[in-house]
């Protein structure tokens, strides 16, 4: 099986893509010569020309909302918002005119735009670079919101997310892309609203997102140690979310930890908790734990930032909470 | 700034076919303040009376192909593009038979099959996709122009800047038309724009721009016929400002407190387009009262239509979410 | 806007009308302003006098043909929209019985109920209903469900502390949650300390309740385990609630009366004093308080309580009448605001028509803080236990 990095699996879906059919293009800032900030569309301008590999001014709105309309004209653009702060300046468009063209119209058209974008604390990048916002796109409905956090997972996941006829928030996460890890040989596209169990366990079930995916797998062994078994399961789609998987898991288990990186207060963990707690109400031994950033703007000191943002010992420390063993 | 020469004339036979147009919206506009007032049409509406010319003028210079891209003053612009008033009645009447069947209203009026890819109740916020919608013709190599319409209000928003800019940098085929008609909302251009030609803001981005008499349609029509021959040509996109009165208020039951007394009672004297068309013509009063007889007949069929039209079920709401 | 006044009408009846032309002029809170006629016709009934305030909606006039019959005003209002809005849009009246029909569909969406009871061995109970039946030693399994999809809910598990069938567990079983906390000499030294430290002004007022009905009540009652300490118990209680002000409990800043009585209990054990509470005794029946108290007691002698067993005490009863004695005072116990101290029951010579009568007496003593309770109250408090002692009858 080749090897693959998270980044090159990001590549490889566009330019497979990218060959496959004309309509596919990516548009974004930076991304032709320099291969854009994170280096994901390096080598793609050579490939496939100016006309298919576009930079665009600093400019998300016009970004966004043009790809909405060549996506509305039957074409598929891969926007890329070159970090997922600026989604904000661009969210109008995302919010008021992709999420609901289709249904304004009474059905007469569709939006089959995946806007790609990244985000991603733990190298002092400062309040305005580092923002995790799924919860903001999760909310509107009209959009399907992907997170995959291995590079099998991205790949597979980003072809899906080209080929759904809907608009496509694709987060990818900063500190992933150099993650490296088997592939399979063909790309096998990976349907969008299914979970991934990356663990199995008995005593409680991690589910986790992003980074938080790795922080929970490592917190797993570690808890392992200590005699408690635990599972983790990335729900990969955020919408639609895959709550059979998770509530199949916390049925098993009996306890349930959310974890992920972005703030935990009102964050997309409040939202599975309360899915989990309705679901799984008479299954639930513990109260449901999680895991993310503290309320606060990142702060740039690293000893400030490390504090604010969630790592493996936040999701040990909730896993041991949850088995009622806090303060061992 | 690069100019646009306009067209030669147009015919008598044609005018007079942008006159039955021009009553025909005017009729419907009337009938839909009427209703409203009944407490029959729900939500709010924005009737585009006086600006008749410019829905007339441009849609009829329009290709079969082309698109259009509307604001939340659509329904002349829907009727102009070839949406039945039927399907125009029965939407605002929230009805299945409605253009966007009952999901929409009368902001957002969409007729996709007739080219016509929505009415944006956000101000500025179809205008990225018409430079994407341009973008996509022109990558496919299609002959297609994308027709972007808006206010002068409008044109202090983000995305039309950002539109503008990356239209012209893109040199897709796309032609902005700006009905200029004064006012943004209750707020006149003298407290919104800082500028007084706003095709300054189309030389701000490098852009052709063009300038037309709305309330003459036949200048109107001239002007963008070559706007869009000179963005279907690959030439770039342009930048066409229509000069035109908002005869109303801004929506059914704006007392219009913030405008000069007098202002539209004298406009309504000086500057109808249908007026000026009918003395252009030189029609008599029988070729009148026929045209509008029919005018008439097609806006009260609309209202039968659209009462006899099916309510969606509750239900419906849930449809149309995902593709 | 809600109502407008017809400053003047522009027209009078009989006179022609065009659609557009000036009707009245209308006047409002923002402006005066002429109304057009919707309809071309003859104005034929003015149904709204100038000056008048006409509320929005109301009809006010009605233009038809020429010699048309004009139907009562009675009938039916025209649905008007308020020309003079103080903002864009309208819900539109005349489809408002079209909201109610998507409302009421929504009603109707309403999400089915998950599940229906399940076999897969697990009971459906929530949290509360666990705790409680933790609490009073019940088993769940034997408890039917009556809460949302067919789950035990805290009703449920009260309801079966109250039935007559044994409730708790069999002997030797232990609690659903075995979550229990021995006491610590510590706490019991701190407890003590507690008690000598305190320096309420404290008074004392004595009286002796004849207990003959109470012990009739008690040989009915004994076979079901109920002793005459359930008895008293469940008396102070009524006794308390209809003089709430001794069911207090007393701090540094503040009075606590409550609503509910939690007795405590002096229980002698070798290792001191212990006063666990029972809860809510007023709610409960006779047996109920004796199979409770038997539990309890057995628990703290064991040492068994939690401290959630030993908090929350309003009142407390002290009976040192099973070592003889016939009265004394009992100390106040903090931050209650009384507490009662009971001795043996011992027949005694009582005065009745000029004669001497034996009958059982019991001396109760009750202590109480004075900055909570004064002398008055306490004297109506203990005198309304007396009287329920004396006939237990008038509890109900």
Same mark, same amino acid.
């Given at each position: 099986?080749?090897?693959?990095?998270?980044?090159?699996?990001?590549?490889?879906?566009?330019?497979?893509?990218?060959?496959?059919?004309?309509?596919?293009?990516?548009?974004?800032?930076?991304?032709?010569?320099?291969?854009?900030?994170?280096?994901?569309?390096?080598?793609?301008?050579?490939?496939?020309?100016?006309?298919?590999?576009?930079?665009?001014?600093?400019?998300?709105?016009?970004?966004?909302?043009?790809?909405?309309?060549?996506?509305?004209?039957?074409?598929?653009?891969?926007?890329?918002?070159?970090?997922?702060?600026?989604?904000?300046?661009?969210?109008?468009?995302?919010?008021?005119?992709?999420?609901?063209?289709?249904?304004?119209?009474?059905?007469?058209?569709?939006?089959?735009?995946?806007?790609?974008?990244?985000?991603?604390?733990?190298?002092? #990048?400062?309040?305005?670079?580092?923002?995790?916002?799924?919860?903001?796109?999760?909310?509107?409905?009209?959009?399907?919101?992907?997170?995959?956090?291995?590079?099998?997972?991205?790949?597979?996941?980003?072809?899906?997310?080209?080929?759904?006829?809907?608009?496509?928030?694709?987060?990818?996460?900063?500190?992933?892309?150099?993650?490296?890890?088997?592939? #399979?040989?063909?790309?096998?596209?990976?349907?969008?609203?299914?979970?991934?169990?990356?663990?199995?366990?008995?005593?409680?079930?991690?589910?986790?997102?992003?980074?938080?995916?790795?922080?929970?797998?490592?917190?797993?062994?570690?808890?392992?140690?200590?005699?408690?078994?635990?599972?983790?399961?990335?729900?990969?789609?955020?919408? #639609?979310?895959?709550?059979?998987?998770?509530?199949?898991?916390?049925?098993?288990?009996?306890?349930?930890?959310?974890?992920?990186?972005?703030?935990?207060?009102?964050?997309?963990?409040?939202?599975?908790?309360?899915?989990?707690?309705?679901?799984?109400?008479?299954?639930?031994?513990?109260?449901?734990?999680?895991?993310?950033?503290?309320?606060?703007?990142?702060?740039?000191? #690293?000893?400030?930032?490390?504090?604010?943002?969630?790592?493996?010992?936040?999701?040990?420390?909730?896993?041991?909470?949850?088995?009622?063993?806090?303060?061992? | 700034?690069?100019?646009?020469?306009?067209?030669?004339?147009?015919?008598?036979?044609?005018?007079?076919?942008?006159? +039955?147009?021009?009553?025909?919206?005017?009729?419907?506009?009337?009938?839909?303040?009427? +209703?409203?007032?009944?407490?029959?049409?729900?939500?709010?509406?924005?009737?585009?009376?006086?600006?008749?010319?410019?829905?007339?003028?441009?849609?009829?210079?329009?290709?079969?192909?082309?698109?259009?891209?509307?604001?939340?003053?659509?329904?002349?612009?829907?009727?102009?593009?070839?949406?039945? /008033?039927?399907?125009?009645?029965?939407?605002?009447?929230?009805?299945?038979?409605?253009?966007?069947?009952?999901?929409?209203?009368?902001?957002?009026?969409?007729?996709?099959?007739?080219?016509?890819?929505?009415?944006?109740?956000?101000?500025?916020?179809?205008?990225?996709?018409?430079?994407?919608?341009?973008?996509? =013709? %022109?990558?496919?190599?299609?002959?297609?122009?994308?027709?972007?319409?808006?206010?002068?209000?409008?044109?202090?928003?983000?995305?039309?800047?950002?539109?503008?800019?990356?239209?012209?940098?893109?040199?897709?085929?796309?032609?902005?038309?700006?009905?200029?008609?004064?006012?943004?909302?209750?707020?006149?251009?003298?407290?919104?724009? /800082?500028?007084?030609?706003?095709?300054?803001?189309?030389?701000?981005?490098?852009?052709?721009?063009? +300038?037309?008499?709305?309330?003459?349609?036949?200048?109107?029509?001239?002007?963008?016929?070559?706007?869009?021959?000179?963005?279907?040509?690959? +030439?770039?996109?342009?930048?066409?400002?229509?000069?035109?009165?908002?005869?109303?208020?801004?929506?059914?039951?704006?007392?219009?407190?913030?405008?000069? %007394?007098?202002?539209?009672?004298?406009?309504?004297?000086?500057?109808?387009?249908?007026?000026?068309?009918?003395?252009?013509?030189?029609?008599?009063?029988?070729?009148?009262?026929?045209?509008?007889?029919?005018?008439?007949?097609?806006?009260?069929?609309?209202?039968? =239509?659209? %009462?006899?039209?099916?309510?969606?079920?509750?239900?419906?709401?849930?449809?149309?979410?995902?593709? | 806007?809600?109502?407008?006044?017809?400053?003047?009408?522009?027209?009078?009846?009989?006179?022609?009308?065009?659609?557009?032309?000036?009707?009245?002029?209308?006047?409002?809170?923002?402006?005066?302003?002429?109304?057009?006629?919707?309809?071309?016709?003859?104005?034929?009934?003015?149904?709204?006098?100038?000056?008048?305030?006409?509320?929005? @909606?109301?009809?006010?006039?009605?233009? @038809?043909?020429? @010699?048309?019959?004009?139907?009562?005003?009675?009938?039916?209002?025209?649905?008007?929209?308020?020309?003079?809005?103080?903002?864009?849009?309208?819900?539109?009246?005349?489809?408002? &019985?079209?909201? &109610?029909?998507?409302?009421?569909?929504?009603?109707?969406?309403?999400?089915?109920?998950?599940?229906?009871?399940?076999?897969?061995?697990?009971?459906?109970?929530?949290?509360?209903?666990?705790?409680?039946?933790?609490?009073?030693?019940?088993?769940?399994?034997?408890?039917?469900?009556?809460?949302?999809?067919?789950?035990?809910?805290?009703?449920?598990?009260?309801?079966?502390?109250?039935?007559?069938?044994?409730?708790?567990?069999?002997?030797?079983?232990?609690?659903?949650?075995?979550?229990?906390?021995?006491?610590?000499?510590?706490?019991?030294?701190?407890?003590?300390?507690?008690?000598?430290?305190?320096?309420?002004?404290?008074?004392?007022?004595?009286?002796?309740?004849?207990?003959?009905?109470?012990?009739?009540?008690?040989?009915?009652?004994?076979?079901?385990?109920?002793?005459?300490?359930?008895?008293?118990?469940?008396?102070?209680?009524?006794?308390?609630?209809?003089?709430?002000?001794?069911?207090?409990?007393?701090?540094?800043?503040?009075?606590?009366?409550?609503?509910?009585?939690?007795?405590?209990?002096?229980?002698?054990?070798?290792?001191?004093?212990?006063?666990?509470?029972?809860?809510?005794?007023?709610?409960?029946?006779?047996?109920?308080?004796?199979?409770?108290?038997?539990?309890?007691?057995?628990?703290?002698?064991?040492?068994?309580?939690?401290?959630?067993?030993?908090?929350?005490?309003?009142?407390?009863?002290?009976?040192?009448?099973?070592?003889?004695?016939?009265?004394?005072?009992?100390?106040?116990?903090?931050?209650?605001?009384?507490?009662?101290?009971?001795?043996?029951?011992?027949?005694?010579?009582?005065? &009745?028509?000029?004669?001497?009568?034996?009958?059982?007496?019991?001396?109760?003593?009750?202590?109480?803080?004075?900055?909570?309770?004064?002398?008055?109250?306490?004297?109506?408090?203990?005198?309304?236990?007396?009287?329920?002692?004396?006939?237990? @009858?008038?509890?109900?």
């Amino acid at each position: 099986m080749p090897e693959l990095s998270y980044r090159e699996a990001v590549r490889d879906a566009l330019s497979q893509a990218m060959r496959k059919d004309d309509d596919v293009f990516i548009m974004g800032e930076d991304i032709a010569e320099m291969g854009g900030s994170m280096g994901v569309t390096q080598g793609m301008l050579d490939e496939f020309g100016p006309e298919r590999v576009r930079n665009t001014p600093i400019s998300e709105m016009a970004l966004v909302g043009t790809a909405i309309g060549a996506a509305m004209q039957g074409m598929r653009p891969v926007a890329e918002v070159m970090y997922e702060d600026f989604l904000t300046l661009a969210t109008e468009q995302i919010v008021n005119q992709a999420a609901k063209h289709r249904y304004m119209s009474g059905g007469q058209l569709k939006v089959p735009l995946t806007v790609r974008t990244q985000g991603g604390a733990g190298w002092s #990048p400062g309040a305005q670079h580092a923002q995790q916002l799924e919860a903001w796109f999760v909310h509107i409905p009209g959009l399907k919101v992907l997170f995959p956090s291995t590079a099998t997972d991205v790949r597979g996941l980003l072809w899906s997310a080209i080929y759904d006829d809907n608009p496509v928030i694709f987060f990818e996460h900063r500190t992933l892309y150099g993650l490296k890890e088997d592939v #399979p040989e063909e790309l096998e596209p990976i349907p969008i609203g299914k979970a991934r169990v990356h663990r199995e366990g008995e005593d409680v079930t991690v589910i986790a997102t992003g980074r938080l995916v790795h922080e929970s797998l490592a917190a797993a062994e570690q808890a392992e140690k200590d005699g408690v078994s635990v599972e983790v399961v990335d729900p990969r789609t955020l919408q #639609p979310l895959d709550e059979e998987t998770l509530v199949d898991s916390v049925k098993k288990t009996n306890r349930a930890v959310v974890a992920h990186e972005a703030v935990t207060r009102m964050g997309f963990g409040a939202e599975v908790a309360a899915v989990l707690q309705h679901q799984a109400f008479d299954w639930l031994d513990a109260p449901i734990e999680r895991v993310g950033a503290k309320f606060v703007p990142l702060p740039f000191a #690293p000893v400030m930032e490390e504090f604010v943002v969630p790592h493996q010992a936040e999701v040990y420390e909730a896993i041991m909470r949850t088995v009622g063993r806090n303060g061992d | 700034m690069a100019k646009v020469e306009k067209k030669g004339a147009v015919s008598e036979e044609l005018l007079r076919e942008f006159f +039955r147009e021009m009553l025909l919206i005017r009729r419907f506009e009337e009938k839909v303040e009427e +209703r409203f007032r009944a407490g029959e049409l729900p939500g709010f509406l924005h009737v585009a009376i006086g600006q008749e010319a410019c829905a007339v003028g441009v849609c009829r210079a329009l290709e079969e192909r082309d698109i259009i891209a509307s604001t939340h003053r659509a329904h002349g612009h829907t009727l102009a593009k070839g949406t039945h /008033p039927n399907e125009v009645m029965a939407e605002l009447y929230g009805k299945l038979e409605g253009t966007s069947h009952g999901y929409g209203g009368s902001m957002h009026l969409y007729d996709v099959e007739r080219g016509n890819v929505g009415a944006n109740a956000v101000v500025g916020g179809g205008l990225p996709a018409t430079v994407g919608a341009a973008l996509a =013709f %022109k990558m496919r190599d299609e002959p297609r122009v994308a027709v972007a319409f808006f206010g002068d209000g409008a044109t202090n928003i983000g995305t039309f800047h950002e539109s503008l800019n990356l239209a012209q940098l893109w040199q897709v085929p796309a032609v902005f038309v700006c009905e200029d008609n004064h006012w943004a909302e209750s707020t006149p251009a003298k407290q919104h724009l /800082p500028i007084e030609d706003l095709t300054d803001r189309a030389a701000a981005y490098g852009m052709a721009a063009m +300038r037309a008499d709305g309330q003459d349609v036949e200048d109107v029509y001239q002007s963008a016929h070559s706007a869009l021959d000179h963005a279907r040509e690959g +030439r770039g996109p342009v930048f066409l400002l229509l000069e035109t009165y908002r005869l109303t208020g801004h929506y059914i039951g704006d007392p219009q407190v913030y405008r000069p %007394k007098g202002e539209v009672e004298e406009l309504r004297e000086t500057q109808d387009p249908i007026t000026k068309l009918r003395e252009k013509l030189g029609l008599s009063d029988e070729e009148f009262e026929e045209a509008d007889r029919e005018a008439h007949e097609l806006v009260e069929a609309s209202v039968e =239509f659209a %009462k006899a039209g099916t309510d969606p079920k509750p239900e419906d709401a849930l449809k149309n979410l995902y593709a | 806007m809600e109502a407008g006044t017809i400053v003047r009408w522009l027209k009078s009846e009989g006179d022609t009308v065009e659609k557009g032309e000036p009707l009245y002029e209308l006047d409002t809170d923002k402006v005066t302003q002429e109304v057009e006629a919707d309809a071309s016709g003859v104005l034929l009934k003015i149904l709204a006098g100038e000056g008048e305030e006409i509320e929005v @909606g109301k009809r006010i006039a009605v233009i @038809g043909e020429e @010699g048309e019959e004009v139907a009562d005003a009675a009938d039916e209002a025209a649905v008007e929209v308020d020309e003079d809005a103080q903002e864009e849009g309208s819900p539109a009246p005349a489809r408002d &019985e079209e909201r &109610e029909r998507g409302r009421e569909a929504s009603r109707e969406a309403e999400p089915q109920a998950q599940e229906t009871a399940r076999s897969d061995g697990r009971i459906k109970a929530s949290p509360l209903a666990r705790r409680i039946a933790r609490e009073r030693s019940i088993d769940l399994a034997s408890v039917a469900g009556t809460g949302p999809d067919g789950r035990i809910v805290a009703e449920d598990v009260e309801r079966a502390a109250a039935s007559p069938t044994p409730v708790h567990a069999p002997a030797g079983a232990a609690p659903l949650e075995a979550e229990v906390v021995p006491l610590t000499s510590l706490r019991k030294t701190i407890a003590r300390r507690l008690t000598e430290a305190w320096q309420a002004p404290a008074f004392q007022i004595s009286m002796s309740a004849d207990m003959s009905r109470a012990q009739e009540l008690h040989a009915r009652l004994r076979d079901q385990g109920v002793s005459l300490t359930d008895i008293l118990t469940k008396l102070a209680a009524v006794a308390l609630l209809r003089h709430r002000e001794v069911n207090a409990q007393f701090t540094d800043d503040e009075l606590r009366i409550f609503p509910s009585a939690h007795i405590g209990l002096a229980v002698a054990t070798e290792r001191g004093l212990i006063v666990p509470v029972q809860r809510e005794v007023e709610r409960k029946s006779l047996v109920q308080i004796a199979a409770e108290r038997k539990e309890i007691v057995q628990r703290t002698r064991e040492g068994k309580l939690a401290q959630e067993d030993l908090e929350g005490g309003t009142f407390t009863i002290s009976n040192l009448g099973m070592y003889g004695v016939e009265i004394f005072t009992a100390v106040l116990n903090p931050p209650q605001a009384a507490i009662l101290a009971v001795g043996a029951i011992e027949e005694k010579p009582v005065v &009745e028509d000029g004669g001497f009568v034996a009958r059982p007496l019991m001396a109760m003593t009750l202590t109480c803080d004075h900055r909570a309770v004064d002398g008055a109250k306490a004297a109506e408090f203990l005198r309304e236990l007396k009287m329920l002692l004396e006939e237990p @009858g008038l509890a109900l």
